[in-house]
């Protein structure tokens, strides 16, 4: 079972990075605004809560679709920033109406989930700035245990469990179970699996994907998805993938109790006979538990840096 992760992350190398125009919001560069928070109804009754960054003057940003291909979006006025759990609520509950200044990875909105012109995911805060304009607290501009905002560190858990014969069993959260437990199971997917740098099997792939899958800008079936693995696989046969620590975020669906979004950061290292490459990635799955096992119904990334 830890095997089919490997792949998933592994195919961000196949995705194009996006040029960040200077002008533009872009990964890992600073946005700088006021903190707000939005608050509504979601369609089963639920309170929804977000939190938006109010941008002085209207910015193009250079972005990662909902299905991982590159994007100029203009216009943008607001930028969600996208919370994973209580701790990162209560630190940007302290912050609200505050100029502050956050970094992180820049994507798409989707409109049933988000309410921002863009979304910004695994996000850290870079600094707040007093009234005089010193900055309060600030960093290097990169992501720690210190100034996180929205991302939750790496959890345990997984989507099926996988016998030693070689038989799957689907997970079937029990009755009660409630949202950390699933996040754990989510979480250790990603951590032993996904990222494991193992071969997967076409039979485990397939108890993975769900029939259609949004797949890295493209609608395709279940083995045009097995097929661009094995593929992959047999480009790297050498691969090794390590979770960039505080980078995972788990996050529910606005509309499905059912369906959780993960967003995380990884370094990669794979060689075959002739070539090597090595880098940092960033993927993007979406997870239907609806079934009782867990499908992935949307996978895409890219590649950050190369080195």
Known sequence: MRAAQTI?????????????????????RPIEGQLSVMREQGGAGQSLKGYQIQLAHPACAMAVDLDGAPVQLQGVRTVQILT?????EQKLDSLIGEHIVVAGYVDVPDPQRHTGDAVLSNAWLVAVPSTGGAAVAADDGQPDEADTAAVTAPARTEIATLAPDGTETAYAPPPNADRNDIEARLGRFVTEFYLSGDNVSPDVLRGIYARKVSYYGKTVALDQVVKS???YFGRWPAREFTLQPGTLAIRPSRNSAQVYELTFVYDFKVASATKKSAGTGYSRLLIDLADGRGKIVRESGKVIDRY
């Open 84 to 88: 994973s759990d209580a701790a990162g």
């Open 229 to 231: 693995k094995l593929t």
């Open 8 to 28: 998933l992350t592994g195919l961000g190398l196949l995705a194009l990075c996006v040029p960040a125009d200077a002008r533009c919001l872009a990964n890992r």
